[in-house]
């Protein structure tokens, strides 16, 4: 497969094109803006174009958390929006399992699927089997989560880089360059924790006042993100300053372990926080300085349309990046990270602590209750 590269120009209307799928994300990444001599990296694709309709498999690591279950629904919405075009989706839960996502995928492609759609359950593990997939002539799309090789047609993300090194650097502003972190990362093996924990340690490694205390796992749960935030209370006390924490889904938790552990208000350390309500509803309930940086789980729909992109022979993006809002507590901006919005316009105040608010699902979303008619 060959790849090029066109102009920073050229590659601006696309991606912001591209967004159309996410609401409410609009615009090229800043990925781009803030790297103004990047070439954008495209592929060809004409050698998977087809007549449709489309039998496309997804494999999914799992749902094992509200961020997984937003994104899978909005790659059945999309289905059902672009029913003309596809005959199949053919949806697997792998359960967080990877001999059982292996497993997954050669499924799908005894069934014949003209793309496979997958979400890694971790880089390494499922790299031989998508990479299988890829010299069998099938093409792969990547969403949320990637294997370590380059064995696909394009990735749909957000950018995880940039996510980790902006909490970071707010934190060591916030802190004027002194101060105690704890890391309170996802899943380990998982593309998108390691890929923010890494450029987060290289902002904080510039800096000899941060101390970074501990890297912990939450598993991307609010109730293990408590438990394991508990266990660093007991362990460091007040002498943490700062929660670097890779995504929300597990930031009201550790919230709550520093409220059960007796912390004033205005005792408990400053958090990053990612899509989720209730982090945002903590932060204004007890005054908590706090970064949010969207990943949207609206990326599952999008992967779906530049799957469509693929099977029409039309050149996609080698890494296709979705647009993050940011928003900050007030008076929380710092030199290097100012908001979009402050965190009380982003809030959804009467809404669910779970609640996906960068979901792009629609106002009456509900994610218990949530059908759609998709072709399968």
């Given amino acids: 497969m060959s790849a090029r590269t066109f102009a920073l120009g050229v590659a601006f209307a696309t991606l912001a094109s591209s967004t159309a799928f996410a609401q409410g994300y609009e615009g090229v990444p800043r990925t781009y803006l803030w790297n103004p001599d990047i070439e954008v990296c495209f592929k060809e694709t004409a050698e998977f174009a087809k007549e449709g309709p489309y039998t496309i498999g997804f494999s999914n690591a799992g749902l094992g958390d509200s961020w997984r279950v937003v994104m899978q629904h909005s790659v059945m919405r999309a289905a059902a929006e672009n029913a003309d075009q596809i005959e199949r989706l053919i949806i697997t839960d792998a359960g967080h399992d990877d001999a059982k996502q292996v497993a997954d995928i050669q499924d799908l492609v005894s069934q014949d699927i003209d793309l496979l759609l997958v979400s890694a359950n971790t880089q390494q593990a499922l790299d031989p089997a998508i990479s299988r997939v890829m010299r069998r002539g099938i093409p792969v799309v990547m969403v949320d989560r990637r294997i370590a090789s380059d064995n696909f047609v394009t990735f749909v993300t957000a950018s995880d880089a940039m996510m980790g090194r902006m909490f970071a650097q707010w934190i060591v502003e916030k802190l004027d360059g002194e101060g105690n972190v704890i890391m309170l990362a996802g899943q380990a093996g998982s593309s998108p924790s390691e890929n923010r924990e890494g450029p987060a340690r290289q902002v904080f490694a510039q800096y000899p006042g941060i101390n970074v205390l501990e890297t912990v796992y939450s598993d991307w749960s609010p109730v293990k993100g408590k438990q394991v935030m508990q266990a660093m209370i007991a362990k460091y006390g007040e002498d ?10 597990q930031t009201p938790g550790s919230i709550e372990a520093f409220l059960e552990a007796g912390y004033a208000s205005d005792d408990i350390p400053i958090h990053t ?25 609206a990326m599952g729909g999008v992967s779906l349309g530049v799957a469509l992109d693929v099977l029409q022979g039309n050149p996609v993006p080698c890494i296709y990046e979705i647009n993050a809002q940011i928003a900050v507590t007030e008076g929380d901006e710092t030199a290097s990270v100012k908001a979009d919005l402050w965190v009380r316009d982003m809030v959804v105040a009467d ?7 960068t979901g ?3 106002p009456d979303y509900d994610p218990t209750t949530y059908s759609v008619d998709y072709p399968n």
């Fill in 273 to 297: 926080n990612s899509d989720v309500n209730g982090g945002l509803q903590l932060a204004l309930e007890h005054g908590i300085p706090m970064l949010e940086v969207g990943y949207p789980p």
């Fill in 351 to 357: 809404g669910a602590a779970d609640l996906l608010i």
């Fill in 360 to 362: 792009g699902m629609g």
């Fill in 240 to 249: 943490i300053d700062a929660v670097w924490s890779a995504h929300g889904l």
